[in-house]
């Protein structure tokens, strides 16, 4: 899929499910064999609404949510403050790393399969900035040769897309009752099972349920589509 046609799969995108859907596509076929989104709240990069990711280790996506959703994340830190995208190589040797920022990439190296990538700062309305990343690409050599401005211009277009997709209705619109909105906002951090059960004080089998429950009240069959449903419904709020 050539950056043409992403652009068109963007515009003619009617749900927030087919917009990730084309993003996924498209980021496999360029050569990467993970791609991540987190969206913020008002500008706060701590103050993550969503994480979408598809491709990461399921250990590498709990510790990134442990470490703060890229509160310590040195390329993201870079890639805010200069409005452009950087790998994350580039990142990492640009300034001194925080005692944060340290930490953040010792634990992420600790993974055999940690490989470079490439952030990309995206700005919305009032406050609604993203960060995406491509990673895990098959050759890092690729790297090299990737044209930055297109792939940053894309990225923004479909960030700008997935807001407008957003409406804001009441949460009861969907049916779900304040604990399954409370667990599909756990879910759209990239929270397990376990995990939304020792924040909740609630066992794992109960989270299920409830999973089942948001699942079928959606309308959907996996988590990565519920989180974006609930993004798009207003139903996920930081």
Do not use: C
Not at 61 to 88: C, I, K, N, Q
């Amino acid at each position: 899929m050539s950056i043409e046609e992403l652009l068109s799969e963007i515009d003619k995108a009617r749900t927030q499910s087919r917009l990730w859907a084309a993003m996924v596509r498209f980021s496999r076929e360029l050569g990467f064999e993970a791609t991540g989104y987190l969206l913020f709240d008002k500008g706060r990069t701590g103050g993550v609404i969503a994480m979408l990711q598809h491709g990461y280790d399921p250990e590498v996506v709990r510790l990134y949510a442990e470490m703060g959703y890229g509160l310590h994340d040195p390329t993201l830190r870079v890639v805010f403050a200069t409005g452009r995208p950087w790998r994350f190589s580039e990142a990492l040797a640009r300034d001194k790393l925080s005692s944060g920022e340290q930490r953040h990439r010792a634990l992420v190296n600790e993974y055999k399969g940690a490989k470079d990538g490439i952030g990309f700062p995206l700005f919305g309305p009032n406050g609604r900035d993203a960060y995406a990343v491509l990673g895990r690409p098959v050759r890092e050599e690729m790297l090299d040769d990737l044209d930055r401005t297109s792939l940053h211009m894309a990225a923004q277009a479909a960030h700008l897309k997935a807001i407008k997709l957003s409406p804001v209705p009441g949460p009861g619109q969907a049916g779900l009752s304040e604990r399954e909105i409370e667990i599909l906002r756990w879910v759209a951090q990239g929270k397990s099972n376990s995990v939304i059960a020792d924040i909740l004080a609630i066992s794992s089998g109960t989270v299920d349920t409830y999973l089942r429950r948001i699942f079928e009240k959606l309308d959907v069959t996996d988590r990565t589509t519920a989180a974006v449903k609930g993004v798009s419904m207003g139903l996920i709020r930081a």
